[in-house]
């Protein structure tokens, strides 16, 4: 059994901080990319931002010099520092890893149950 678990949410003003963080638990061998996605109310989830186990990282083009993705292979744990918030930042965001599983051949997608993230004034 794997589970993620995001936290770090919460209401913030426009121009405000957050930083978000996901633990990944329980029987894991290895964990390649993990990253974070966010969803609106009747809207797709999207993708935020991704990094590597050798710390490459990947933006959304919305999201580019305000966010930083970062990650503690001894923890299990990928962070997501968001600066500058905008109110349209506002979503569930959501933190996945590609896990592989101890005793199993292949990775699989793993995903926490989301953490809502408010930026209003």
């Known amino acids: 059994q794997v589970q993620l678990a995001e936290s770090g949410g919460g209401l913030v003003q426009p121009g405000g901080s957050l930083r978000l963080s996901c633990a990944a638990s329980g029987t894991i061998f290895s964990i390649n990319n993990m990253g974070w996605y966010r969803q609106t109310p009747g809207k797709e989830r999207v993708f935020v931002a991704t990094i590597t186990t050798d710390n490459i990282t990947n933006y959304a083009d919305s999201v580019k010099g305000r966010f930083t993705i970062s990650r503690d292979n001894a923890k299990n744990t990928v962070s997501l520092q968001m600066n500058s918030l905008k109110p349209e930042d506002t979503a569930v965001y959501f933190c996945?890893?590609?896990?592989?599983?101890?005793?199993?051949?292949?990775?699989?997608?793993?995903w926490g149950p989301g953490t809502q993230v408010s930026v209003s004034s």
């Open positions: 996945y890893g590609r896990i592989k599983r101890s005793g199993w051949t292949r990775p699989n997608d793993f």
